[in-house]
């Protein structure tokens, strides 16, 4: 139940992946990548299919071979989210993928080749409306650039997404968007901040090669929110070395922490000490796993004592405080009902549920009578 985002973003060109919109006013796009053999299609099906449902707006996948690019076809045929082919040094497996539908190319220009190359992906991308990324990424810099800069730096990220922007601008095709991807933290936040100043096209987040899923979390939420808060950013890919499911997951959290985005429930939780009328930790652990399933846009506290708990439980739709002998339930801000700690997490469960569901229920109503 919180106001808007404060956040004023910066204005970029919209390009459209498949029929997800980005830049421009819509919403930050969030994506991920599948790590399944991309020739072994019902797993990397049953992969894109779990992201879906985890909530992602697109999906990449490597095709690192024409074997994988034929794949790559039967793939797109059985899935519903826009697909987007990463392509490295074979420009003409990119050409391969462009016939058979691919809803963006990545490509990183730094190992495609010589640009009569770059030009025959360029012209099959314009004549089927298909954008392109151009993802610069500062472990795979030109070598030109390595032997200039001697080393990855913000200014050689944007001088080599710089010179392939270029590339495109001669060439006439407007429909692209650009990464300039690091693991430093400071290296890819200098980079994107560089690059928004120099081009009007849609920017694609990311912390590169970030690392587990607590590492790399981290890492990411530090380098993406400095940038989402200043308004840059219209896609987004947390690098996790873990279930791809789990970058949607953490993407959204970073952006639901911002009010960028509004998907499934945001838990207020406490962290727990020894005032605590109930098991916090328990509890919270519970019901994230219980309620992954829903959607719906709600806010959540659960906090274990009357310190803080009446105070952040009236600003949620669902509000639990602990207290003695019962703990206080409050809903939209009221308090409601009192509960006991004997199967607190199975009513907890049903009560958000149940306000899920109303809450559902209202916002279609608004959309019929609009």
């Given at each position: ?19 997800v ?6 919403p ?17 099906v049953?992969q894109?299919?779990?992201l879906?449902?985890a909530?992602?707006d ?8 024409m074997e994988a ?6 793939i797109?045929k059985r899935?519903r ?12 497996i ?8 691919v ?36 472990g795979?810099?030109?070598k ?41 933290v ?5 980079a ?12 694609h ?58 998907r ?15 098991d916090?930790?328990?509890t919270?652990?519970?019901l ?9 846009p ?27 002998p ?7 801000g ?30 279609s ?6």
């Amino acid at each position: 139940m919180h106001s808007e985002s404060p956040i004023k973003r910066r204005v970029s060109r919209k390009i459209w992946v498949g029929n997800v919109p980005v830049g421009g006013d819509a919403p930050i796009a969030v994506q991920s990548m599948t790590n399944t053999e991309t020739c072994d299609v019902d797993a990397t099906v049953a992969q894109i299919q779990r992201l879906e449902n985890a909530g992602a707006d697109i999906v990449r996948v490597s095709v690192p071979s024409m074997e994988a690019a034929e794949a790559f076809g039967q793939i797109k045929k059985r899935v519903r989210l826009p697909l987007v082919a990463d392509i490295h040094f074979d420009y003409q497996i990119a050409l391969r993928v462009a016939e058979l539908g691919v809803d963006c190319l990545r490509i990183n220009p730094g190992n495609i080749g010589r640009e009569d190359r770059v030009k025959a992906v360029v012209e099959a991308a314009r004549e089927r409306g298909i954008p392109i990324r151009i993802g610069v990424n500062a472990g795979s810099l030109e070598k030109d650039l390595q032997k200039k800069y001697g080393e990855p730096t913000p200014e050689a990220l944007l001088e080599s997404a710089m010179r392939h922007v270029e590339h495109l601008d001669r060439l006439n095709f407007p429909d692209f968007k650009v990464s300039v991807k690091a693991s430093d933290v400071f290296m890819a936040v200098a980079a994107y901040r560089l690059l928004a100043r120099q081009i009007e096209q849609p920017l694609h987040l990311g912390i590169t090669e970030a690392g587990g899923l607590r590492s790399g979390t981290v890492k990411s939420a530090v380098g993406l929110g400095m940038l989402l808060a200043e308004g840059i950013g219209d896609t987004i890919r947390i690098s996790l070395a873990a279930d791809p499911v789990e970058e949607i997951k953490v993407g959204f959290d970073i952006l639901k922490s911002l009010r960028l985005r509004s998907r499934g429930i945001n838990f207020i939780a406490c962290p727990s000490c020894s005032r605590q009328n109930f098991d916090v930790v328990k509890t919270m652990n519970e019901l994230e796993g219980r309620l992954d399933d829903l959607l719906v846009p709600m806010d959540v506290a659960v906090i274990g004592c009357v310190v803080n708990g009446p105070g952040e439980a009236k600003e949620a739709h669902v509000g639990l405080t602990g207290g003695t002998p019962n703990n206080l339930i409050y809903i939209d801000g009221k308090p409601a009902q009192k509960l006991t700690n004997e199967n607190l997490v199975d009513e907890l469960e049903q009560l958000i549920r149940q306000k899920a569901a109303e809450k559902a229920q209202a916002e279609s109503a608004l959309i019929i009578r609009s």
